[in-house]
Nanobody, 119 residues
Framework: QVQVVESGGGLVQAGGSLRLSCATS????????IGWYRQAPGKQRELVAS???????IYADAVKGRFTISRDNAKDTVYLLMDSLKAEDTAVYYC?????????????WGQGTQVTVSS
């Protein structure tokens, strides 16, 4: 099993920055991809950014050039640095850990962290 815990959300003014952290524990060696998702009120959950075990990153068009995903393997933690925040970035941000265990795919979600951007 893998445990996922997010932190770092909060209230920030438009144009400001926040850094979210996704700490994983347990069988972290089996993780293949860590993704940050967000869900705004009344909207579906959407992928914001992801990073694979090989370091390949993917970003949603809405955040390209503003958000940066990175990881610290020694701490089993993935970060999402969010710059130039906009009101439309307001959402609950979730971290997802996906991987393989004995060839069976799995994914685990964190509890989410609220990000509110005031305009």
């Amino acid at each position: 099993q893998v445990q996922v815990v997010e932190s770092g959300g909060g209230l920030v003014q438009a144009g400001g920055s926040l850094r979210l952290s996704c700490a994983t524990s347990g069988s972290t060696f089996s993780i293949t991809t860590i993704g940050w998702y967000r869900q705004a009120p009344g909207k579906q959950r959407e992928l914001v950014a992801s990073i694979s075990s090989s370091g390949t990153t993917i970003y949603a068009d809405a955040v390209k050039g503003r958000f940066t995903i990175s990881r610290d393997n020694a701490k089993d933690t993935v970060y999402l640095l969010m710059d130039s925040l906009k009101a439309e970035d307001t959402a609950v941000y979730y971290c997802n850990a996906a991987g393989l265990w004995e060839l069976d795919p799995y994914d685990y979600w964190g509890q989410g962290t609220q990000v509110t951007v005031s305009s």
